[in-house]
């Protein structure tokens, strides 16, 4: 007869960066249970816009994640645009998918090395994160910083790309991906990564989309799904397909995120080839007051922002549900039955955002 | 030539945006390659001897980083990464957070920055080095008074 | 950037109103207490099928009991709880209660106004 007992994972853990902590319930090795509890990177930001006016918020709601900054600052101040009935400048909108499509390399890249160093693959884990320094190198030399931008306002950016600088981007944009592809090999074709991988963390089509997941999480259970086909800012004018696998395993979700950095790549060189010149910012004028809801996909995958303002300098509410929160009951899901060794892989390949869950 | 010893370092992320967590590590990937100072990265408190926290204290992690704290051994030093390590930073108001770190801990050491780059975060760390080698000298030398 | 219907409904009638919306293909997007209107809490809850979604919003007294629509929807455990936690607001018969132990905070329900904390 086995005996159950429970296990505390984290706060404080190897494996992971960030405080997670789950009550395990394992029967021997198998895991039967596994309760979550947050709150160790709550800070209550949704409630700081009662303390920062609308327009200051920009910048904390960019520190929600330090990850996908970029795309938090940006989807706030969509959401505060289209309450106030801003358009923003074509170029503006570019400028937003060029960034935005840089973050989701950076931050799958980051990933991809996480995952590697969670499968003890330490030199594979070296190698993700130097090409993404490339990445990194190309966001310091467009606007300043390495993982928090503050580019964004509301009504546009805050600082524009020269021509000149973007087609110095296409070279260093090819250097990446071949540095990618010389290493895909090691993540999709080795046979120790595949036998960590494989049919480990299976989470069906049906289960994927009963629980909600979304993003990589969701594409790697087979639903054929992106936010961006909505077609927000640039994604209109730029061609591309949602990256789908079948497996529904810990190897699809692999596949699916080098996938999307390829994909992204390629988003990019599109849009440095259609960005049109003109303004990058509209001016602003008044005060925010309705309510709008606004879905973008992030490197997670969706994320909803609904920001409400009663006419005055301070917002009424706002409030954002992350990707990795709607993702957190297929992890759940996953983790059942699954023996404790893979746990830290089972995690990881929800691209799990601690901060971004708790705000 | 004085050969300084090779501390091993914890990195705890208190409640930061990532931000700097990702550029701590980021500094012991190959291009900054903090490592060669002799500085390893550990994710057990009781091999270290340097702890890098990143972003501020609220009610929860508290007690988390007084244990980290306590369960490591003499002589240590505490770095504060970023300005929510510092003193809260962008956070400050939040109505979770209680400041920066040396609202639970001694901090040695501030590294600013949002967030802090890779070269700050090292050279807070070659400053932790040198002053791990300090208080090393100095425990060496308080027990010797305590001999004679 | 897709707004959708917002529509009103009574407590009494979410659990049909969620129904029909689960069988008609939808999934849950979020639920939240999105802001106070006197006394009572706004509480929206999204839905979505491909690009377009459906928001149905009521308004709940504080004291008010709102029935759980995680049988219907399983990942709606998480958002109950989270409304529990962080506005205190009641909800019944939630397939998996973390009784308040989802955030672990010192002050509980810290996004409600000080005032009525005491009660």
């Not at chain 1, 816009?49 to 706030?76: L, P």
């Not at chain 3, 049909?16 to 849950?28: D, I, Q, V, W």
Request: glycine content about 8%; some cysteine.
């Amino acid at each position: 007869m086995s005996t159950r007992s429970i296990v505390p994972f984290g706060p404080q853990h190897p494996v992971l960066p960030e405080p997670i902590h789950l009550d395990l319930v394992l029967e021997d090795e198998k895991v039967v249970e596994a309760v979550p509890s947050i709150g160790f990177v709550h800070r209550g930001l949704e409630q700081l816009v009662e303390k920062r006016d609308f327009q200051t918020y920009v910048y904390v709601a960019e520190r929600i994640c330090g990850i996908c900054s970029f795309m938090h600052g940006m989807s706030y101040c969509e959401a505060v645009e289209k309450i106030m009935n801003i358009e923003i400048p074509a170029r503006a909108k570019y400028l937003r998918t060029i960034w935005c499509e840089m973050s989701r390399i950076h931050s799958h890249l980051l990933w991809l090395g996480l995952l590697a160093d969670a499968f003890g693959f330490e030199s594979l884990f070296m190698q993700s994160w130097r090409i993404r320094e490339t990445i990194l190198d190309m966001f310091e030399e467009s606007t300043g910083g390495r993982v928090i931008f503050s580019v964004n306002k509301i009504g546009g950016q805050r600082r524009d790309m020269e021509n000149s600088m973007l087609r110095g981007f296409l070279p260093k944009l090819e250097q990446v991906e071949a540095e990618l592809e010389a290493i895909t090999g090691a993540f999709l074709s080795d046979r120790a990564v595949n036998t960590r991988l494989r049919d480990v963390g299976i989470l069906t089509k049906e289960q994927a989309h009963d629980l909600g997941a979304v993003g990589p999480f969701m594409r790697a259970s087979g639903i054929e799904f992106d936010m961006r086909l909505q077609g927000y800012d640039a994604y209109k004018d730029l061609y591309f397909r949602p990256v789908t696998s079948t497996e529904c395993d810990s190897y699809a979700r692999c596949k699916v995120r080098i996938g999307e950095i390829f994909q992204s790549i390629n988003l990019i060189r599109q849009a440095i080839d259609k960005i049109p010149e003109g303004e990058i910012a509209a001016p602003v004028k008044g005060l925010p007051n309705g309510e709008a809801f606004v879905r973008v996909e992030q490197p997670r995958g969706e994320a909803l922002y609904y920001v409400c303002g009663d006419g005055k300098k301070f917002l009424e509410r706002f409030r954002v549900r992350t990707p990795t929160f709607a993702n957190l009951p297929g992890l759940l899901q996953t983790l059942k039955g699954c023996q404790l060794a893979d746990v830290p892989i089972l995690i990881l390949t929800i691209d799990p955002c601690i901060s971004c869950t708790e705000r | 030539m004085k050969v300084s010893k090779s501390p091993w370092m914890l990195h705890y992320d208190g409640s930061s945006c990532n931000g700097c967590d990702i550029e701590v590590l980021a500094c012991t990937m190959p291009r900054y390659d903090v490592e060669r100072f002799g500085v390893i990265n550990t994710g057990n408190p009781k091999h270290a001897d340097i702890l890098l926290i990143t972003g501020g204290i609220n009610a929860q992690n508290k007690p988390v980083v007084e244990q980290i704290y306590s369960q490591m051994p003499q002589p240590k030093v505490v770095v504060a990464v970023g300005i929510c390590a510092c003193n809260g930073g962008v956070f400050k108001d939040c109505y979770n957070i209680l400041g920066g770190v040396d609202t639970v801990l001694p901090v040695d050491i501030y590294v600013p920055g949002c967030a802090a780059k890779p070269e700050a975060i090292i050279d807070g760390v070659i400053q932790a080095v040198a002053l791990l080698d300090e208080k090393r000298k100095s425990v060496r030398e308080d027990k010797k008074e305590a001999g004679q | 950037m897709t707004d959708g219907e917002i529509r009103e409904i009574g407590i009494e009638e979410l659990p049909t109103e969620a129904l029909k919306l689960k069988n008609g293909g939808y999934r849950l997007i979020q639920m939240c207490v999105n802001r106070r209107i006197g006394e009572d809490f706004q509480l929206t809850y999204s839905f979505g099928i491909g690009l377009s979604c459906v928001h149905l919003r009521m308004l709940v007294h504080p004291e008010d009991e709102v029935v759980s629509i995680s049988s219907i929807y399983e990942p709606a455990f998480l958002y109950e709880n989270e409304m529990h936690d962080l506005f205190g607001i009641r909800i019944s018969m939630i397939s998996l209660d973390y009784h308040g132990n989802l955030y672990r905070l010192d002050k509980k329900t810290p996004y409600r106004p000080s005032e009525e904390k005491e009660s």
